[in-house]
């Protein structure tokens, strides 16, 4: 059973840096598509970044330049390092998994709460 826990979350001010961690169990992060998606209250849950199990990136433009999506195969690990964070960013953010480029993401974490102060 895949599972998915977030981690690294928390309050921050204009302009600084977050790492969030995805921890993966029950199957392989390198060979899966993971993403990372956030919520902002009241507001439809967006995609934020994307690995493929080739090494490929891509990003949401609101984050593009400030953001980066990484993955530590040993660790089974998947982080998004966040800096310049903005109030905008403020939301909770979901790791998510899928095992084939066509279709849904099948597995997503619990989530992890961001809040950037202004």
């Known amino acids: 059973q895949v599972q998915l826990v977030e981690s690294g979350g928390g309050l921050v001010q204009a302009g600084g840096s977050l790492r969030l961690s995805c921890s993966v169990s029950g199957c392989t992060a390198s060979t899966y598509y993971m993403g990372w998606f956030r919520q902002a209250p009241g507001k439809e849950r967006e995609f934020v970044a994307r690995?493929?199990?080739?090494?490929?990136?891509s990003y949401a433009d609101s984050v593009k330049g400030r953001f980066a999506i990484s993955r530590d195969n040993g660790k089974n690990t998947v982080y998004l390092q966040m800096n310049s964070l903005n109030a905008e960013d403020t939301a909770v953010y979901y790791c998510a998994a899928k095992e084939r480029f066509i279709g849904e993401y099948e597995y997503w974490g619990q989530g992890t709460q961001v809040t950037v102060s202004s």
């Open positions: 690995i493929w199990n080739s090494g490929i990136t």
